[in-house]
């Protein structure tokens, strides 16, 4: 019953139409946890030893999927594996059946629909506590795509969210679930789950608005602003640091939105080193943290362009803090304004901006041309 599965080559292509069309695979690798709900397709008997009557239109049948932990103690330890997949009632009722054999068991994921099992086997049809069990089609990409050349089937992996209930399943036999520490998630640079900015700014009312700004301090007190670039690096300006470059007397503090005030969602890290940057014009620092922050709603990395150029019009943003504007609590400022042409300043190694008070958010500024003012963003 093991790698129940067969490949067929047709004589000739086939022109797809509004019937007739290719069902996506599931890709290996693919999480189908119990409950996903599956369709089954057939010509076979609608019950154990009766066939399909005349004129034996296809017929359909909704299954949820049975964890192989629990279709392993239907059918006895051991005769259920890796390659297999089951789907049925607890109390029966629903199956594929004889003649259903080699058809598809598919599942929908946003609008595609894609084929988990092959019918394989059963205990009768349709009887309680015995699901039908199909081939899994992920366990065979890379068998199917070895015979085929050209024009390969479309793999998708197949996700389901939440936890497998399966693997709360025991029964006297079964080996205990294997325990596998989850991947790590890939870090995305410029998430703003909570920015919804389209125009204006001034006070920042909300955390998470800009969850990459940080603010760098000494000895307990706010200096500079930074960006958090990495899960372990802050982007600033080397202004910021011409005189005190020991890593052991900065901190920094992620998530936060008010220099004196609550700040539920904020994180302190300490800083291991500084590195200064040597150019003719604007420099900048990079600071490592001693520890990575978790990443939230609040804090996140933003991206770093690679050199593109910013057209005059672009809109653009700056936030900051000071100790003169944002009220008693010194709450985070914005501004946004628009780039502009730098005219006979050099632009290799800045953005001009429109005009922006930067002394009312901004805690230090670098040199800047006549006239405009410049920003690192």
């Known amino acids: 019953n093991d790698n129940d599965i067969a490949l067929l080559k047709l004589a000739s292509p086939v022109n797809f ?23 089954v397709t057939g010509w076979g008997h609608i019950r154990s030893g009766e066939p399909l009557p005349s004129p034996q239109n296809l017929q359909e049948v909704e299954v949820p999927v049975v964890g192989n932990r629990q279709c392993n103690c239907d059918y006895g330890v051991d005769s259920i594996t890796n390659n297999m997949i089951c789907a049925g009632l607890r109390d029966g009722g629903k199956d594929s059946c004889q003649g259903d054999s080699g058809g598809p068991m598919v599942s929908k994921q946003n609008n595609r629909w894609i084929q988990t099992g092959i019918v394989s086997f059963g205990q009768g ?167 990575r922050p978790s990443l939230t709603d609040y804090i996140q990395p933003i991206c770093l362009d690679t050199g593109l150029t910013f057209s005059v019009g672009s809109a653009c943003w700056a936030s900051g803090w000071s100790t003169e504007q944002g009220g008693v609590e010194q709450v985070l400022q914005e501004r946004q304004t628009t780039v502009v042409d730098c005219g006979n300043a050099t632009s290799n190694d800045s953005i001009c901006t429109g005009t922006l008070t930067l002394q009312q958010f901004l805690t230090r500024k670098s040199k800047v041309p006549t006239g405009t003012e410049n920003n690192s963003s």
């Not at 139409?17 to 369709?39: E, F, K, R």
């Not at 955390?207 to 500079?224: D, L, R």
Request: proline share 8%; glycine share 8%.
């Open 17 to 39: 139409t509004d019937y007739i069309g290719p069902v996506c695979l599931a890709q290996s690798g693919s999480s189908i946890h119990a409950g996903t709900d599956s369709w």
């Open 125 to 291: 049809c349709a009887l309680p506590n015995f699901p039908g069990v199909y081939a899994r089609v992920s366990r065979y990409q890379s068998w199917i795509n070895s015979h085929i050349s050209r024009n390969q089937p479309g793999f998708i992996t197949f996700t389901s969210t939440g936890t497998d209930s399966d693997l709360s399943v025991t029964c006297p036999g079964l080996p205990p679930p294997p325990t596998t520490t989850p991947a790590p998630q890939p870090v995305v640079c410029g998430r703003a789950p909570m920015n919804s900015r389209i125009g204006g700014g001034s006070l920042v009312e909300n955390a998470g608005v800009w969850p990459w700004m940080a603010s760098i301090q000494k000895n307990g007190s706010h200096v500079c602003g930074g960006t958090l670039v990495a899960e372990e690096f802050v982007l600033s300006s080397a202004d910021c640091f011409s005189n005190f470059t020991m890593a052991s007397e900065w901190t920094v503090i992620l998530g936060r939105l008010k220099q004196n005030g609550s700040n539920p969602f904020e994180v302190t890290l300490n800083v291991t080193n500084i590195t200064l940057s040597n150019l003719t014009t604007n420099n900048v620092a990079v600071l490592r943290l001693a520890t």
